[in-house]
């Protein structure tokens, strides 16, 4: 059997990964695409695309119905599902199988035998694989016997969704007073990403390595594995950098963790590229997990180490080949080290960006790889997860791989929403990670803060490149340069967010200050809209600007600003009313717990906000009344518009 034309039931930098090998292997392609994704690489990259009507994950991409309409539709003989989505959905699998199309994944025996966290827990109890004690939920239980569940587990305990992955529906509790509400925010969650709201408590081992190891099976009953993957960098229990190999794993360790991750794989019949999870503690004992029957974000990290093209080898299994001796007899070379650049205020508590993305420029560099979902000028939408590429960096040793993805982020130039760039280069350079001395604690102990970039020169910058830019589009006196002025003791100056600058251009210095304070001595050697060629303190500096609107965007070596230029006459009627709560970022209102009236002391819960598929809780920053609220239930709400206002309480 051969595959002709494949449908992939994904979006993002998935679609266009698999797209790749699908066109290597000269296999016609077809995309499925939302209306918010109508303008993303993956669509183009297709040789068809199939619209799906709707923005929501349940109006298009979790539509099994629709994706095999587009397939029939199309002519597709295949459809590969990627990641998340559908692709553990066993019904979907079942309903390609009765359609006549070849769903390129495990069988839908072994998704379902997988499909519930729980049930692959028994079995691989059954097994002898080392399994963590837990407990099962499927409704929101009375609070005495979740206490009880969670004693006999012993605290801390991890509350996790039965069906799906991705950190959603995760939460930790140390002690009683907190595992009731874990326990129905998770609840929520769960529900809302997977349609299934089962949840189980299950104990948390402190300050873990998160262990994975590929394998892959074919329909003759083979099964091999493709070597570990570390991925104990996470936040909010989602990875955020993965590597293979792990520098914590040596030859003994690794081969008892791949022959158990294979023994998974054989107990249900594995067919096709999946996953066997394993958290491993202190002492070096390892736990099971989960096994995931997919290609997982990851996989990157392991084509470049062992040179195999996974998704092809996922397509020749689909077609029923078996798996060739360089898979079989597989080895590895080398180190990579994969980070997840997501649309996210990280120092703001990894909250979700979204909005138009003006620059995404990673530089070429020997050893990177860039999985990308997003390009320049395209738009990142609220309704989906926000990650926009995978950037990989691979070399003969982990420092070198290390290196190598350090700098390709560092001097990449992302204009838009806030990303968690800043935060990955921060963790690549640290001493700790060096060391591979890392854990899924890790954030804890370093905490994500912003960056220290030297503003007063950027602002500078973008005060030359505004004067600059309002000189060439004078329409008199065009070629002076940019500043002059035949009055020295004139200044020009420029007001933003943090700060004003004030500067003077001579024939021979410049002379500028920030916020009242001298800049030392200045030397403008060009000039033009968008660079700046500055000397300050005797350092030479290439500065780029990028405006949009009234926001610049500056990059050069000293990282990476965003300045918004201040309206020299506000409006009076923009300033939000005082007590009021302010949305961190656009979203769907799924839950409002206050009405007007209501007495709420400071860290109370006031409503909650889901945006890509994360639940965010606003709370009360202090104690009082609540004067308003001005959003129900399923309400979209805009980033910076008021949710609600608290106003003291009065003290007769």
Known sequence: MSIRKLLIANRG????????????????????????????????????????????????????????????????????????????????????????????GPTPAAIEAMGSKIAAKQLMASAGVPVLPGAVFDTEPD?????????????????????????????????????????????????????????????????????????????????????????????????????????????????ELCRAAVAAGKAIGYVGAGTVEFVLDADGRFYFLEVNTRLQVEHPVTELITGIDLVRVQLDIAAGHPLPPAVVSATFTGHAIEARLYAEDAPAGYLPTSGDLHTFEIPPAGGLRVDAGFASHTRISTFYDSMLAKVIGYGPTREQARQVLAGALARARLH????????????????????GAIDTGYLDR?????????????????????????????????TLPSGWRNNPSSAQYATYDVGEVRYQVGRDCLRASFDGVELPDALLHSVSPTDV???????????????????????????????????????PAAVAQAGSLLAPMPGTVVRVDVAVGDHV?????????????????????????????????????ASGSVLAVLEEESRD
């Open 533 to 571: 060629d500055l000397e300050v303190a005797g350092v030479r500096r290439c500065v780029t600007i990028l405006r949009v609107g009234d926001t610049s965007y500056v990059d050069s070596s000293l990282g990476h600003t965003v300045l918004v230029e201040v309206d020299r006459f506000p409006d």
């Open 13 to 104: 930098e998935i679609a266009s990964r698999v797209i790749r090998t699908a066109r290597a292997m000269d296999i016609e392609t077809v995309a499925v695409y939302s209306d918010p994704d109508a303008g993303l690489p993956f669509v183009r990259d297709a040789d068809e695309a199939v619209r799906l009507p709707g923005a929501t994950p349940a109006d298009t991409y979790l539509r099994g119905e629709a994706i095999i309409a587009a397939a029939r539709t199309t002519g597709a003989d295949a459809i590969h599902p990627g990641y998340g989505f559908l692709s553990e959905n066993v019904d979907f699998a079942r309903a390609c199988a009765e359609a006549g199309l070849t769903f390129v």
């Open 416 to 435: 838009g929403p806030v990303t968690n760039r800043d935060l990955l280069v921060s963790i690549l350079r640290e001493p700790e990670f060096q060391a």
């Open 143 to 255: 609070p005495a016997r979740l206490r009880s569940a969670a004693a006999e587990i012993g605290y801390p305990v991890l509350v996790k969704a039965a069906f799906g992955g991705g950190g959603r529906g995760m939460r930790i509790v140390h002690d009683d007073d907190g595992v009731g509400a874990a326990v129905a925010e998770a609840h929520r969650e769960a529900a809302s990403a997977f349609g299934n709201g089962t949840v189980f408590l299950e104990r948390f081992v402190t300050a873990p390595r998160h262990i994975e190891v590929q394998i892959v099976g074919d329909q003759a009953g083979t099964v091999v594995h493709l070597f570990e993957r570390e991925c104990s960098i996470q936040r909010r229990y989602q990875k955020i950098i993965e590597e293979a190999p792990s520098p914590a794993v040596g030859d003994e360790l690794r081969a």
């Open 601 to 637: 002391e400071a860290g109370a819960s006031i409503l909650a906000i889901e945006a890509m598929k994360m639940e965010h809780t606003i709370r009360a920053p202090a104690a009082g009344l609540v004067g308003q609220v001005t959003v129900a239930v399923g309400a979209q709400v």
């Open 446 to 478: 370093h905490p994500p803060v912003a960056p220290d970039t030297d503003v007063a020169v950027h602002a500078l910058a973008a005060a030359l490149a505004g004067q600059a830019e309002r000189r060439t589009a004078a329409p008199v006196l065009a």
